[in-house]
Structures are given as C-alpha cells and as structure tokens.
C-alpha cells in the first residue's frame, strides 16, 4: 500500500469510527495524521472536544490554515481555542463562522468583529457579496457605505429588516441616488414606514416623493405640507392632497 492509498484509508476510518475508536485511532496513528487526514476527523459526528484538543496540541497540524479553520468552526470546539485562531481565518471563513447558529454566540460576534475591522479595506466587490449574505451586524455597518451597487446588494439580503434599514433612509447625509434606490425597491419602497421616511428626506429625489405621496394618510401628508425643510413642489402637491 502506498503512503497515498494509506493515506486515504486512516482519514476512511477516522470519519467512519465511533466515539470509542476514533479516540484509539488518534492515539494509535497520531505521528500518521497529516493535515488532510486530519480534516476528515472533523466530518465524524462522534468527535469530541478532547480529540480536538488532542489535535490542535500538534504544531504541526495547527500550522495548516485547514486544519485551523476546522477547529474554528466545530461546535465542539473549546471556546478559548477557537478565539484565539479566528483572527488568522480569512474573511469568508469567518462570514460562515458568524452566521452558524451551531456555535456560541461570543464566537460568532467575535467573527463577525473580525470582518467589521477589515472592511474599510474590502474592495467594492466583497462589500457586494456582505451585503448579500452577511450577518444583520455586518448590514448595519454596510447599510452606511456611499456605493449604490452595495445598497442594492444589501436590500436583497433576507436577514435585512425595517428597523435596519431606517436610519440610512431618515438620514440626511445619505445620497439621493442611494435614496432614490430604496424608494424604488418592490420589497422595500412599499413598505409605508420607510416610504413615509423617504417622502420626509429633504434628499430623496422629487419624483420618488411626488410617485409616493398620493399613497400616504392624510395626516402624514398634513404633516409633510408643513415641513420646510422640504421641496416647494413637495409640499404643494401634499396640500392638494389632502383637499382631494
């Protein structure tokens, strides 16, 4: 038999063993476990944590990125240990980390800081695949960021939610063309809390407001007729609705 073949018949055995003997089987080949065998330990549904331990107590071992990230994302892990290999994971690795409901909820934050304290260096790219998948705790630092592409990612996240999404359509620094995307979106534009807020943002474009203000309670639209802060246009065709 081959080193290869060998190989490929522990990692068999170590994924298919029951909790009993798979420990007898660390133990006996542990000087034979190479990285890639050791990968195939963490698809036993029998590892526990002392095994873990067992492993990650190898330089060897621990010093494949794989191997690392395996002990950072089991369930069984030792809380301590995958703390401490989570800042060396990449990014996408600690995406999927943070949103496993599997693990403890200070891993998954703790991964989740991670990601926040890299992003103001992430290219427009991995911000768009964020604001797609990510966390609600990523999306509330994402639902700030200038570029149209990212919002537009972010509105098709279903983890994003109302209360998220407000503060970036009641806020005045936000940009009309950002503004002008939410109010258009046929999840997001419809819903009348945030389409109050855009007719109520001095910044939202004209003919966003003017195409949601025949839609709004009469007291809304009192109250926006009144508003100088608004656009005269605005405020005029508020008055007239609220005669209609």
């Not at 330089?59 to 800042?87: C, D, K």
């Not at 065709?237 to 609220?242: E, F, Q």
């Amino acid at each position: 038999m081959t080193a290869e073949s060998a190989g490929i018949d522990l990692g068999r055995r170590l994924r298919e063993a029951g909790e009993t003997e798979l420990e007898t089987l660390v133990d006996g080949h542990f000087p034979a476990i190479d990285p890639q065998v050791a990968r195939q330990v963490f698809r036993n549904p029998f590892l526990t944590r002392a095994v873990i331990e067992r492993l990650a107590a190898s330089p060897t071992l621990l010093s494949a990125y794989e191997v690392r990230m395996e002990i950072a994302r089991h369930p069984r892990s030792p809380q301590i240990l995958a703390l401490r290999l989570l800042p060396g994971l990449h990014w996408p690795d600690l995406l999927r980390i943070g949103l496993d409901t599997r693990l403890h909820p200070i891993v998954r934050r703790s991964a989740e800081t991670r990601i926040a304290e890299r992003m103001p260096g992430f290219a427009v790219g991995e911000k768009i695949f964020l604001a797609r998948s990510g966390s609600q705790a990523l999306l509330a630092q994402l639902r700030s960021d200038p570029t149209p592409r990212v919002i537009e990612a972010l509105l098709e996240n279903p983890r994003l939610s109302e209360g998220l999404l407000m503060p970036l359509v009641t806020s005045e620094t936000t940009s009309p063309t950002v503004l002008g995307i939410v109010a258009a979106h046929p999840r997001w534009g419809v819903r009348y809390p945030l389409r109050l807020a855009l007719c109520r943002n001095p910044r939202t474009p004209l003919e966003r407001v003017l195409s949601h203000l025949p839609l709004l309670k009469k007291l809304d639209l009192e109250s926006i007729a009144s508003d100088a802060r608004l656009k005269l246009p605005v405020r005029r065709r508020a008055t007239l609705l609220t005669r209609g």
